[in-house]
């Protein structure tokens, strides 16, 4: 009866959160007992560890019940709750095997409530043993448990063994082990009971979970299939008892919504978190743990469906339930807040997402330490250097860039694509501030990281490398800009093969720089590759081909090649008039311009008069745009004034001059009579726009 008092006393323990002091009563039971020999052979059961009286406590000041007890329900818990022996004034008989099997399995439990798996799964494997060395264990059969009165391994007894070790190996993350255990447990019930049994809805649920994070993908299919198994666990419940108002057949339905909202059915998945949300309101206290993991994952589904409003609210009444059972100091509140940041910054409310993401990193800094909170505290703080950036307070981003770049360095190992991507933002603000050099210093360390990193990066790699060709262009370093572009080349033909818009993007970047070198001839080679894929590409609605030309037209103009550069001119101009092409007014009106120009360099005055006759038109077309489309229309008129005078049409050539100065009045130029001198507007080479790397991580 001595045993007797000290299983139940351990077992009243256990529920009551204090695992540790169990383990004691339970262990002093066992060794008072136990008779190994005759029971296990050579098996002994685990000493337990009482480190636990020395530890340092301060982790169990930031919890307000054991860390077990807080974890979130997914319905794997069902058989964790520790057994009783029951004393009267005239017992039933007791066997030996069966007082010893409690202990063994009280003590697999209170050991699983301290999460110290491996010696949970001592107890639960001695256990199995037992009971396949029982006399009614039929060697050409997997043992059928006895359903006899007063003994330990009945069906639901020997489920409950399995499924407790099926989730220690799901704990693991070793998932065929843990399936394996849990199919077993549904074979016994079937069994010796039926298939509309509890203990069958149970162990269905738990595969439904174990699939759920063991899946390798979001495939539909699989996905689906994960579903039925929660929606046949949830079909047996409510046949069996009639209602939904059950703590376990709420946990079913949250998983239902949990798995919806993988498959992107968020409006499914917060239907089905509501239901759950309604059973637990009515069978659970108000201020339960698992209350507020529903409220978190209804908040979840309404940030998705950009509920913003909505989202808010139930993270808010998440925060009032967990931080009561939780504490502040705990890594489920950080997260939660920054959920709230993020939800403010997706609806431009930058300034209530920056008070957020702050409020975050002081919760994830107080987080008693645990994997994964630098990677958190860095990432906030590369959002907010994105806010800052968009805010322009270039100051307090590039401060938040390189605290969280300093995090990063410590946290990752060499080389890093997190590194490099923070490297990058900090780069662009200091391209963004005109402080190249800075930024060149930036981009290249990035480079060398995605260098480094070899085939996943390439491609960045090539679009960073464009970035510090611009950069060097821009600093009038045109010989190491053609060094990177060059670097350019190479990789994307590697990987992009040699025809792909991105190879002539970078070819028309190098004819520019040549150009620019005054390099005719390397000029018009890049110019025509470039112009080469572009056709072959054969994209009707790629207007940058009339980039190439304009750029192809304007070295021919240089080189003397004025026939080349009409046909380069005028293709482009059909182009640009063609419906799928959509261009800028100052575009077309660049290029008549300098067509125009061509002709009258070769004396075919009549051919440039029309070209500045439509240029003056769509001048008067377009004066509502801006004040730079008004000021071209005195410039086309005084070049169509410069084509009547040489054609010996005076009067025509004075009215144009004097519309010439009326339209310099109206766009509100100063000087109009000096401006209207046939002014030669120097050549114009579009510069080409290259994609940049995410501003944010």
């Known amino acids: 009866m001595k045993c007797t008092h000290l299983n139940n006393k351990a077992a009243t323990l256990i ?19 136990y008779d190994l020999p005759k029971n296990v052979s050579k098996q002994r059961p685990v000493e337990p560890n009482f480190s636990w009286l020395n530890r340092n406590k301060s982790l169990d000041e930031t919890m307000k019940c054991h860390p077990f007890a807080l974890e979130y329900d997914e319905g794997m818990r069902t058989y964790h709750d520790p057994m009783y022996i029951h004393a009267a004034k005239n017992p039933p008989e007791i066997g030996n095997e069966t007082f010893h099997a409690t202990i063994l399995y009280n003590l697999g439990i209170a050991h699983m409530h301290l999460e110290e798996d491996e010696e949970a799964l001592n107890y639960f494997s001695i256990l199995i043993d037992l009971h396949r060395r029982a006399p009614i264990y039929n060697k050409s059969t997997k043992p059928k448990p ?12 020997v489920v409950a063994i399995l499924s407790n070790i099926g989730h220690i190996y799901f704990r693991a993350g070793k998932y065929e082990e843990a399936l394996v255990n849990y199919e077993e447990a549904v074979e016994i019930t079937r069994d010796c009971h039926s298939y509309y049994h509890l203990d069958i809805a149970a162990t269905l649920n738990s595969i439904g979970v174990l699939r759920i994070h063991s899946l390798p993908s979001k495939d539909p299919k699989e996905v689906d299939m994960t579903i039925s198994f929660f929606t046949e666990a949830h079909a047996i419940r409510n046949a069996i008892l009639g209602h939904d108002e059950d703590k376990h057949t709420a946990t079913v339905l949250n998983n239902i919504g949990r798995a919806k909202f993988i498959t992107g059915d968020y409006e499914a998945a917060y239907a089905y978190h509501s239901l759950c949300y309604n059973v637990r309101r009515k069978v659970l206290v108000s201020n339960h743990l698992d209350i507020a993991a529903t409220l978190n994952n209804m908040a979840q589904a309404s940030s998705m469906m950009k509920d913003s409003k909505r989202a808010l609210g139930l993270y808010e009444e998440y925060l009032n339930i967990a931080s009561e059972k939780l504490g502040m100091k705990h890594i489920a509140i950080a997260a939660t807040v920054r959920s709230m940041a993020e939800i403010h910054e997706d609806a431009g409310n930058l300034q209530e997402a920056t008070q957020y993401y702050k409020q975050a990193i002081c919760l994830y800094q107080d987080v008693v330490p645990v994997d994964g909170v630098g990677i958190e505290v860095s990432s906030i703080l590369n959002k907010l250097g994105s806010i800052y950036y968009e805010q322009n307070n270039f100051v307090d981003a590039i401060d938040a860039y390189q605290k969280g770049l300093e995090i990063e360095r410590h946290i990752y190992d060499d080389p890093n694509r997190n590194v490099a991507t923070t490297l990058l933002n900090i780069a662009l603000v200091y391209k963004t501030q005109e402080s190249l050099a800075n930024a060149l210093v930036y981009y290249k360390e990035a480079a060398q990281i995605q260098h480094a990193l070899g085939e996943p990066e390439a491609v960045c790699l090539a679009y960073t490398l464009s970035t510090i060709g611009l950069l060097f262009e821009d600093l009038g370093s045109y010989d190491a800009a053609i060094l990177a572009y060059e670097k350019i080349l190479i990789l994307k033909t590697e990987h992009l093969g040699s025809c792909h818009f991105d190879v002539s993007t970078t ?33 009707p609605s790629n207007d940058d081909l009339t980039t190439v030309l304009f750029n192809l037209g304007s070295v021919h103009v240089d080189s003397g090649h004025s026939s080349k550069a009409i046909r380069c001119f005028t293709e482009c101009i059909i182009l640009m008039k063609g419906k799928n092409v959509r261009v800028e007014v100052m575009d077309v009106l660049s290029t008549l311009k300098r067509l125009g120009r061509v002709y009258l360099k070769r004396d075919e005055v009549n ?19 801006d004040d730079t489309v008004r000021s071209q229309l005195s410039i086309f008129l005084c070049l169509l004034s410069k084509c009547h005078f040489a054609l010996n049409q005076q009067k025509e050539a004075m009215a144009a001059y004097c519309d010439g100065l009326r339209a310099n009045r109206n766009a509100g130029i100063e000087g109009v009579e000096k401006s209207i001198d046939f002014p030669i507007d120097s050549y114009l080479l579009s510069r080409i726009k290259f994609d940049r790397c995410a501003s944010a991580a």
């Open 507 to 539: 070819l028309n970047a190098m004819g520019v720089i040549y150009f620019k070198q005054g390099l005719v001839e390397p000029a018009i080679k890049c110019f025509n590759e470039c112009l080469s894929i572009r056709r072959e590409l054969k994209d």
């Open 607 to 625: 051919s440039a008069l029309k070209c500045f006759k439509e240029g003056a038109e769509i001048c008067r077309s377009n004066d509502d745009i």
């Open 15 to 33: 529920l009551s959160c204090k695992p540790e002091k169990a383990i004691q009563y339970l262990y002093h039971s066992l060794l008072k007992t």
């Open 146 to 157: 006895s359903i006899r009165k007063n003994e330990f391994f009945t069906a639901s007894t």
